[in-house]
């Protein structure tokens, strides 16, 4: 029977089957072969490592089975879980050892059904709990969640430009990529020139990435190294950081920690890729949202459902639907106030910041309306010599799977041009890879408070943003000149209602 399997890792030699007592004897026993010109690779499936020798036999060993151990510079020991049994697997090179034991490392990744308990506590671990950390690496895990970003057309495009018009920066460099992914940032550092890319990816994506790189000859540049960012080791210190660490809100996920943590493997005047970022806000009136959202409590008012009376829960019902920050896109015509801005700096601030964001405000109203609630946007800057990129999640900017995201009060309150509107945004990071916001506005001594559950947003947008550019230019740019509006300089969108 013929077993499916991925590319080949070279030949080996399996040694002779040996009994080895659990905690007994160190030393390895005799090396008797027993099957020379051994064809090693891993299955279709990733699930088992695949032997066939020069008649055409396969040998199926399922990672279920039996534990792969690197012994020295080219040799394996496979041992069987269920016997006191080891065979010896012995690669007649040192390269093909080093990708066999990169993708058994991958491979057993990929398989396993909940990640293992953390040896040690890291910074990742404390800060997460058991179960969001195993919800976020599946969810990255999976291609389609992948294809939604690769297919936004404004966050790819802007990353490959802001590295290629930067190349001066990337030219002999060696780098690093956080969170890769499909290791789309690090193929964009070999464009702009870079030496030697390390691609860091904790999620079974890595197993994806290791074969992207394979199919793109790109194993002399690219280095994946599965894993925690926190938990990892990097050979040498690094030029450049890359990663493309953005939530809903900018900081939702937490993974701008990850990117800040990274630093330590960062040369002294080092490079961040994006180096900036600003959250903003501004006061909003949107009465059809606020309809919708009331209209979806309203089923909870039913006094004879069924033969049941609903009606006990329809208070309880109001605070869930308000409780949820609303990501989708909307106009700029909604904004009601000027703008208030909170910047955070990848290669400067501290990661406390990120822990607890108070960020005191006054709005002034732009002119009269029914005050809604207060939304929100961010940017990066990707502040190379070359160039200054701009990343947008505006309203008035391309759309980007990002969206946008308001936090609504529930009841709205009037206000009139020229009046002040005054309070405070608590954004508190939780162990569930997001945060919880305490949001309080006073205008003309009315005052409204809401509590919001960041990690639980209602999704209220009706198509992916990157239907509106699926396909990717043919060839990378040459001329440094940004075809969007929205990779323009920093400097060119402050104006006098945007506050500092």
């Known amino acids: 029977m013929e077993i499916k399997t991925t590319n080949s890792f070279g030949l080996a030699d399996l040694s002779q089957i040996a009994s080895v007592s659990n905690g007994g004897d160190n030393n390895l026993p005799s090396i008797i072969p027993k099957d020379k010109n051994l064809y090693v690779s891993i299955s279709a499936g990733g699930d088992s490592v695949v032997l066939q020798n020069n008649n055409g036999q396969f040998y199926s060993l399922p990672f279920s089975d039996f534990e792969f151990s690197s012994i020295n510079s080219n040799l394996f020991s496979i041992a069987s879980k269920t016997k006191d049994e080891t065979q010896f697997l012995r690669f007649k090179d040192s390269h093909s050892y080093r990708e066999f034991q990169r993708a058994i490392k991958l491979s057993q990744m ?23 950390a195993e919800v976020y690496f599946h969810f990255y895990g999976l291609l389609h969640q992948q294809q939604n970003m690769l ?14 018009w930067n190349c001066g920066d990337f030219d002999g460099k060696v780098v690093l990529d956080v969170g890769a992914g499909t290791g789309i940032l690090s193929f964009f550092a070999v464009q702009a020139g870079a030496k030697k890319v390390y691609a860091v990816e904790a999620s079974s994506m ?61 040369k002294p005047n080092g ?23 009331v209209q979806r409590c309203t089923f909870w008012h039913h006094e004879h459902f069924y033969g049941v009376n609903l009606s006990g829960l329809k208070n309880q019902a109001y605070v869930e639907n308000f409780k949820q920050p609303v990501v989708d896109n909307w106009s700029p015509t909604i904004v009601c106030s000027d ?34 609630g ?9 502040c190379g010599t070359q160039k200054e990129v701009r990343l ?37 990071a939780n162990q569930r890879l997001s945060y919880d916001i305490e ?62």
Not at 271 to 293: G, I, R, V
Not at 374 to 382: H, I, K, P, T, Y
Request: hydrophobic share 35%.
């Open 151 to 164: 297919q936004d057309y404004v966050r790819t495009s802007t990353y490959q430009n802001s590295f290629l």
């Open 339 to 372: 703008v208030l801005v909170w910047p955070y700096d990848f290669e400067k601030d501290s990661v406390e910041k990120l822990h607890t964001i108070d960020i005191p405000f006054t709005f002034t109203a732009t002119r009269t309306a029914f005050v809604h």
């Open 271 to 293: 490079q961040m890729f994006p180096t900036k970022s600003n959250m903003y806000f501004s006061l909003f009136s949107d009465e059809l949202l606020y309809q919708e959202t």
């Open 439 to 500: 949001l309080t506005v006073e205008i003309n001594g009315q005052i409204r408070r809401n509590q919001l559950d960041l990690k639980n947003p209602h999704f209220r947008y009706s198509s992916n943003p990157g239907t509106l550019e699926l396909i990717p230019p043919e060839h990378p740019p040459s001329a440094p000149e940004p075809p969007l509006s929205n990779a323009m300089s920093f400097e060119n969108i402050h104006n006098s209602d945007v506050k500092y």
């Open 110 to 132: 990929a398989v396993r059904e909940t990640p293992e308990k953390e040896s040690k506590e890291n910074e990742f671990t404390e800060r997460t709990e058991d179960n969001s």
């Open 206 to 266: 890595a197993v994806h990435c290791q074969e992207l790189i394979r199919t793109n000859n790109l194993s002399d540049k690219i280095t994946l190294i599965p894993g925690k960012i926190e938990e990892v080791s990097i050979p040498e210190t690094v030029d450049i950081i890359i990663s493309e660490p953005m939530g809903y809100m900018l900081v939702n996920e937490r993974m701008l920690e990850s990117f800040v943590y990274a630093r330590k493997f960062l």
């Open 392 to 428: 947008s999640t505006g309203p008035s900017d391309p759309p980007t799977h990002w969206y946008q995201v308001r936090c609504l009060f529930g009841d709205p309150v009037l206000i009139k041009q020229g009046e002040k509107a005054t309070g405070r945004l608590l954004m508190t």
């Open 374 to 382: 207060l939304a929100s946007w961010f940017d990066v800057l990707f």
